[in-house]
């Protein structure tokens, strides 16, 4: 029987099956043997060895779309990045670096700003301008108000969306208003699925139906990525790519070099201020090679 895994914890594989049951398997000797590790959101065959238990037995790990390195996690189709808009004020330099990470990893992301009811049009404003360049869709959402919760279901309907943001964003809060059947609390245990303080540092999925998964993630608010020289960052700045054809230099560092189209973009409003700054703080980051 396939199935997707939900989530692993002390050498047990929690598999939500084809037959709407999930359950606790072990994996197969083959794959340590093989140093070759299931992953949450693997697809994979099971077979079940007590149906009152419901336990079984993870056979066989299907094809991988993809394989995210942070998170460790399998088959992601996108990445939902959410941001208080709010209450806390929204961190951008923190924002940008998880944009970095899914860009280096090839995952479209769609960026939420949540508690949107505590700001007025004229933030909402600012924020779009400086993230519509990115090419990424940008939503307001308040599971208080219900603004932007439609949207966000339709842009996760059929997808394994990865849940990524810093604590207090709301995010237990958003997973909560677009399903009922598991109820996410902070520090709580969640009866159906065993989450609670101690499993925070695990990925996990959520079912919400009709082939729609959402993966949530352990609150990370640092970035490390040692494959990316910087002298590549700027490649994951999608806004980058097309004023740097105009940049007299080649392997221009965007930085303080003359004639630099990146520069001039920034200037003339092109590209946003706030993304360029970022930009400098992370490029000085892994010149000097410091963790962040």
Same mark, same amino acid.
């Given at each position: 029987?396939?199935?997707?895994?939900?989530?692993?914890?002390?050498?047990?594989?929690?598999?939500?099956? *084809? $037959?709407?049951?999930?359950?606790?398997?072990?994996?197969?000797?083959?794959?340590?043997?093989? !140093?070759?590790?299931?992953?949450?959101?693997? =697809?994979?065959?099971?077979?079940?060895?007590?149906?009152? %238990?419901?336990?079984? +037995?993870?056979? #066989?790990?299907?094809?991988?779309? =993809?394989?995210?390195?942070?998170?460790?996690?399998?088959?992601?189709?996108?990445? /939902?990045?959410?941001?208080?808009?709010? $209450?806390?004020?929204?961190?951008?330099? /923190?924002? %940008?670096?998880?944009?970095?990470?899914?860009?280096?990893?090839? /995952?479209?992301?769609?960026?939420?700003?949540?508690?949107? $009811?505590?700001? $007025?049009?004229?933030?909402?404003?600012?924020?779009?301008?400086?993230?519509?360049?990115?090419?990424?869709?940008?939503?307001?959402?308040?599971?208080?108000?219900?603004?932007?919760?439609?949207?966000?279901?339709?842009?996760?309907?059929?997808?394994? +969306?990865?849940?990524?943001?810093?604590?207090?964003?709301?995010?237990?809060?958003? @997973?909560?208003?677009?399903?009922?059947?598991?109820?996410? *609390?902070?520090?709580?245990?969640?009866?159906?699925?065993?989450?609670?303080? &101690?499993?925070?540092? &695990? @990925?996990?999925?959520?079912?919400?139906?009709?082939?729609?998964?959402?993966? %949530?993630?352990?609150?990370?608010?640092?970035?490390?990525?040692?494959?990316?020289?910087? *002298?590549?960052?700027?490649?994951?700045?999608?806004?980058?790519?097309?004023? *740097?054809?105009?940049?007299?230099?080649?392997?221009?560092? &965007?930085? @303080? #070099?003359?004639?630099?189209?990146?520069?001039?973009?920034? =200037?003339?409003?092109?590209?946003?201020?706030?993304?360029?700054? +970022?930009?400098?703080?992370? &490029?000085?980051?892994? !010149?000097?090679?410091?963790?962040?």
């Amino acid at each position: 029987m396939r199935g997707k895994i939900m989530k692993g914890i002390a050498g047990f594989y929690y598999v939500h099956a *084809e $037959d709407g049951c999930t359950y606790a398997c072990r994996a197969r000797g083959i794959f340590r043997k093989d !140093k070759y590790k299931p992953l949450v959101g693997d =697809n994979v065959v099971i077979s079940v060895t007590d149906t009152k %238990d419901m336990e079984g +037995s993870l056979d #066989e790990i299907l094809p991988r779309s =993809n394989e995210l390195v942070r998170p460790a996690a399998a088959n992601a189709d996108q990445a /939902l990045i959410i941001f208080a808009a709010a $209450d806390p004020e929204p961190n951008l330099v /923190l924002l %940008d670096r998880f944009l970095v990470m899914m860009e280096y990893q090839n /995952l479209p992301s769609v960026i939420c700003f949540n508690k949107a $009811d505590l700001i $007025d049009e004229a933030e909402k404003k600012r924020l779009s301008a400086i993230y519509e360049p990115v090419r990424c869709p940008v939503i307001f959402s308040s599971t208080v108000t219900g603004e932007g919760i439609r949207e966000i279901r339709s842009c996760l309907d059929k997808k394994t +969306s990865v849940v990524a943001g810093p604590s207090g964003a709301g995010k237990s809060s958003i @997973a909560n208003s677009l399903q009922d059947k598991i109820r996410m *609390e902070t520090g709580e245990i969640s009866k159906k699925l065993g989450r609670g303080r &101690h499993t925070t540092r &695990h @990925a996990e999925i959520i079912p919400l139906g009709g082939q729609t998964y959402l993966m %949530d993630t352990p609150g990370f608010s640092s970035l490390y990525l040692p494959e990316i020289g910087e *002298e590549k960052l700027w490649y994951y700045f999608p806004e980058f790519r097309e004023p *740097e054809q105009f940049c007299r230099f080649q392997g221009c560092r &965007h930085r @303080a #070099e003359p004639d630099c189209g990146v520069i001039e973009a920034v =200037n003339k409003g092109a590209v946003s201020r706030s993304r360029y700054d +970022s930009y400098v703080l992370l &490029h000085d980051e892994l !010149k000097e090679g410091r963790k962040y």
